[in-house]
């Protein structure tokens, strides 16, 4: 075996170029639905960037086939989307795309449109069927839609409901409205009642929420929901965590094998999310009197009046010292699945399994109650979209440190489970000519919450960095700002070690997986906490010998590209250079300009305004610009609706007038996240060329980006 050559650390060469990143079977895969034997899902076309749908039976690659054959399976509610399809008993399919809501009986047939999306004013996602809904050809069912009336003002916010969309009528009625965002419209197995998820501004999802359940009678004719029960609103219950910092989501229904009907949502009460259980439901008669039983609310984590009405008080299926799942960003994304002999948790990349009745064991040490699926974790530690057929199946979308994307089926009827990947976004087998370098955790602290970051060494078989040299670093952080870190693949993170960069990634205030207290600790603090937490996490891996302190470089996409900025002008003297991706730059204009579902979350943020105007005009780093001083590149999609382009287009022109170095790339028909694989090829080129040239290291890859006043900052070094 050839002994590496010694050369300049990010100066490498490698095997993986951004070509590989457009390769493989598929792009993303997400909305994992599963319906008897057959599991579904929707794949990003890795070339045209459409999202496919497709099934396979009892989860055999060999039976994949697709469905809604040339459209694009998709909606654009909260502009996230999720929730595009839903399987009727029978089979076929309703699914939304940007013209509408289709029907589609099998596989082979056409797709039938049968509600219209009135010029794309009118949005549709998360489908339920309602009970004999599917009488003839066309079913009933709820929906959450999102109307965005024709109007003169371009701040006009649409009008979220929940709807009921009578296919063979042609109406559609609203039957629940007046909150700001509604989510997870279900509908009991035995018919009888409708429950939902609903918040308002300055929420989020994950915030101070509230769920309800009520006779599906009284839900269909509007009748307002009160948590007690009465004749005129039949059994009702809601759980809110207003004005109690509580959250509740994930409403959902199941049956367990004696045919008992339960009741789950998420609650995080004591710190963590955890998954709650109600039973009962059978044992209640219908009402005929009214206020037969006092309010089922009442304040603090005991829930009173369940036992006179019937239902049972909340179980904590689970207890875990880390949260179950994650923030809901997307509809129809569950961490939790409850079948008919099996329960399945997604616990921050580990799998727990409960088998009916272990539930009632008193033992509260998580790993005596549950089933850890081990064998899983030999190759996936992310996990997202849980699902369980009634024949004890479960299915997921799994990533893990050397496995892309995988639609995972899990027999949990083995022990050890019986695990399968149906279908995979890139080849395991193509990614053994790259050297894939393994994360390891580094703990530290800020203000006494416990936080961690991922460090990646450079690797390269090929190559070792000269005798007593230390790597340049790139320090990033998710993006959300929500979201956890996570150890799984991301080509991005490799293409930059197997350069030569070592790579440290964040998980700073703000993020989710480690309880409430985490991800609250970042509201108000927006730009102050995760500025300080990356700053630190950089200073302590230089402290421990693992990069150069001169070549350190800060990276962020989205409301990170925010703390990227923050960072280049808090700490000139700790990141030589920045890269902002359609990272967020004025935060008023942010507030004026982006989309309903996440206006209210910039106050969460920074603080409610207009008390807070000053503090968004403070943080904001375009009002700074003046004494920005760090070389900063950046990189927008000319058609994003989340953080508008001219943001960043307005920041480069200001750098390069004053003579700072910096660069600026704009990505015609890209949005908020780089989709087609030239975009991703261009912009992660121009991101690596930027941080060689700034740092004075010879790039091994070329990149079209022009680069202003790069003589005047290597005349400075």
Known sequence: MAQPAVAEYGSWTSPLTPEAFGQGNCGRIVELR????????????????????????????????????????????????????????????????????????????????????????????????????????????????????????????????????????????????????????????????????????????????????????????????????????????????????????????????????RFHYTSDPHRFWNVHQVTGWEKLAKVEEPNVAPAAWAAGDKYQGFARGGLSEPVNMLATPVDIGFPPWNFADAQFAAGNTHSIFNAQGTLYVLRDGEMEMVNKDVSARARVLRDAQKNWNTYSHMALSDRGVAYCIAQGVRRAATVLRIDLNTEPESITAVRESRDPSSLEEYDISEGRRIEFEAEGIPLYGVYYAPLNRAFTGPPGALPPMVVMGHSGPTLPTSQSLELKKQFLTSRGFAVFDVCYRGS????????????????????????????????????????????????????????????????????????????????????????????????????????????????????????????????????????SVDMFKELRDRGVTAGLMLFEGEGHGFRSAAAVKESTEAAYFFLCKVLGIEPSVQSKLEIVNLREHKNKQ
């Not at 579904?40 to 060999?62: C, H, M, R, S, V």
């Not at 630190?536 to 230089?542: M, P, R, T, Y």
């Not at 968004?616 to 070389?631: C, G, I, L, W």
């Open 512 to 647: 989710s997986g480690g309880g409430s207290v985490l991800r609250s600790a970042l509201y108000s603090k927006w730009g102050l906490a995760d500025r300080d937490d990356l700053i630190a996490g950089a200073a302590l891996v230089c402290k421990e010998g693992l990069a150069d302190p001169r070549r350190v470089a800060v990276w962020g996409s989205s409301a990170t590209g925010f703390t990227a900025l923050a960072c280049a002008i808090a700490a000139p003297s700790v990141f030589s250079a920045a890269v902002s991706i359609y990272g967020v730059a004025d935060l008023m204009g942010l507030l004026n300009d982006t989309h309903k579902f996440e206006k209210g979350y910039n106050q969460a943020l920074v603080g409610k305004l207009p008390e807070a105007a000053e503090e968004f005009k403070k943080r904001s780093p375009f009002n700074h610009v003046n004494a920005m001083r760090t070389p900063t590149v950046f990189l927008h999609g000319m058609e994003d609706t989340v953080v508008p382009v001219q943001q």
């Open 34 to 261: 599963v319906h008897k034997d057959s599991v579904f899902w929707i794949e990003a076309n890795i070339t045209t960037g459409k999202k496919e749908l497709y099934q396979a039976e009892d989860g055999k690659p060999e039976t994949i086939r697709r469905w809604a054959d040339g459209l694009s399976v998709q909606n654009g509610v909260h502009e996230y989307g999720g929730g595009s399809y839903i399987i009727l008993p029978s089979g076929a399919l309703i699914f939304s795309t940007v013209d509408g809501v289709w029907i589609q009986k099998t596989a082979s047939e056409e797709a039938t449109k049968v509600v219209d999306s009135e010029k794309k004013t009118r949005r549709f996602a998360d489908f339920e069927v309602l009970p004999g809904g599917e009488e003839g050809d066309l079913p009933a069912l709820l929906a959450i839609e999102e109307y965005h009336a024709p109007s003169e003002d371009p701040h006009a916010e649409p009008a979220n409901r929940i709807v009921l969309l009578d296919l063979a009528a042609g109406t559609n009625k609203i039957v629940r409205s007046g909150a700001d965002f509604y989510m997870q419209p279900r509908v009991s197995p035995c018919g009888r009642f409708a429950s939902w998820m609903e918040w308002n501004h300055n929420n989020m999802p994950w915030d101070e929420t509230t769920i309800y359940v009520q006779e599906l009678e009284a839900f269909l004719a509007g009748t307002p929901c009160e948590p007690v029960i009465n004749a005129a609103s039949g059994v009702a219950l809601k759980l809110s965590g207003v004005g109690r910092q509580i959250n509740y989501h994930g409403p959902t229904w199941s049956v367990d094998g004696k045919g008992e009907i």
